[in-house]
């Protein structure tokens, strides 16, 4: 389906040039994101000209005219004129309090359904459930679990309800029959949970090691070169390096969504758990899950003196040997528990309707952070909750 057509020639050049390559950009979009753009030109249509004064007014000063920016046109040059330009803080600044008159009238179209977001601990931890969730506890509360004797059946009872990965009653199957494509995602270090998920959307760090090497490989190869003056022009670059031997290589959205992750330059192509963590996050940003299941595990150790900051596989780079990183794994998750939380937050699709679900492989305790009226929110204090009832109050939460 083609992008919609828009007419707001009145907004500003650099304001409406972001929103045109969005639509150029129209097949590598979720459908939620389809949605929003569809609702913010929409909006933009009707937009008031007095939002833009201060914007129409401060372009001509930073130097915007129209053989320097033809309308329509947003390019890396473009993007580095932005950043160079002694005004761009004001711009930015104006930018902002544009978006903040815009986004809550956006937020008021947007339909509300519950959700669920799952953020699983690997049972290898150092710690007990007292040491768990600390940045987090306050804003819910510890529910105390029965754990299987045989603790690899905690995953299978949670997502399927029974410890044999009956695949009928995955949750991840479940809500990705009732609310469609892209509508469930797991994302995990491993890749155990693919036997949970054949319609959903499913990644894994270890499923995508030969992508991954591939990638570092040729990042390697154009930073020894130095053709490439800056990380825009490598992304540039590294855009027609598809992950063909992954599990999405036929999918041009999935392929796109793969690439960017693991180039954000954060870390994501040599820690597992930043991998996880970073996907995890595009995910609910981008395509707005109604079930987000994300399995963290035990990170190694940056080895010194590696080729952390330009892509080379450590265990190619030093001999040293490779080690698990236990504490540097559990103070890793205590942030990413926190920042989980906080980003779904900024969404309206995800305020007063998402049940957040922290558990940690064999642990006896969970964090739960819910609304009022999620099954498992009014547990008498004491009372030991089954993974099993877990798993069906979640059914009855996303209604499926």
């Known amino acids: 389906m083609p992008p919609p057509r828009f ?18 950009a129209w097949e590598t979009l979720f459908p939620a994101e389809k949605s929003y753009f569809d609702r913010l030109g929409t909006y933009l249509e009707k937009a008031p000209p007095a939002m833009f004064t201060a914007l129409a007014e401060l372009e001509p000063k930073m130097g915007v005219t129209s053989s320097s920016w033809p309308r329509g046109r ?16 004001e711009w930015r600044r104006i930018i902002t309090a544009i978006f903040d008159q815009i986004n809550p009238a956006l937020d008021a179209t947007t339909k509300g359904v519950p959700r669920i977001v799952i953020v699983l601990a690997p049972a290898d931890l150092p710690v007990g459930p007292d040491r768990m969730w600390t940045r987090l506890v306050g ?18 009872l949670l997502l399927t309800g029974t410890a044999n990965h009956n695949i009928e009653t995955s949750l991840v199957e479940l809500c990705s ?7 469930s995602w ?13 319609k959903g959307t499913h990644l894994s760090y270890e499923g995508l090691r030969t992508y991954r090497m591939r990638l570092m490989a040729e990042v390697q190869k154009i930073a020894e070169q130095g053709e490439i003056r800056g990380p825009r022009q490598l992304g540039e670059k ?30 994501t192509l040599l820690v597992n758990n930043t991998f996880v963590e970073w996907a995890s996050v595009q995910a609910i940003r981008r395509a707005k899950p109604s079930l987000l299941v994300t399995s963290f595990g035990i990170r190694n150790k940056v080895k010194p003196f590696s080729s952390l900051l330009i892509f080379e596989d450590q265990d190619a780079a030093t001999a040293i040997p490779t080690q698990a990183d236990m504490l540097g794994s559990y103070v890793d998750l205590e942030v990413f528990y926190q920042y989980l939380w906080q980003e779904a937050g ?5 305020r007063n309707n998402t049940a ?23 547990v008498t204090p004491g009372q030991r909750v089954t993974l099993e009832s877990l798993h069906k109050s979640c059914r009855l939460w996303l209604g499926v």
């Open 7 to 24: 007419d707001f020639d009145h907004v500003p050049v650099t304001f409406a040039a972001y929103f045109n390559e969005q639509l150029r």
């Open 74 to 89: 947003f390019t890396l040059q473009q993007v580095d004129f932005l950043n160079r330009n002694p005004l761009y803080p």
């Open 186 to 198: 797991t994302i995990e270090t491993a890749a155990t949970m693919q036997a949970y998920s054949q």
């Open 177 to 183: 029959a009732a609310r469609g494509p892209h509508s």
């Open 346 to 350: 900024k969404y309206a699709e995800y």
């Open 238 to 267: 590294l855009k027609t390096l598809q992950p063909r031997d992954a599990e999405f290589a036929n999918d041009p959205l999935m392929a796109e969504f793969i690439r960017a992750t693991l180039l954000a330059g954060n870390g």
């Open 356 to 378: 957040y679900l922290f558990l940690a492989e064999g642990m006896d305790e969970m964090l739960l952070i819910a609304p009022a009226d999620f099954p498992q929110a009014d």
């Open 139 to 156: 804003k819910g509360r510890r529910v105390p679990l029965v754990v299987p004797e045989d603790i690899s059946h905690c995953i299978p």
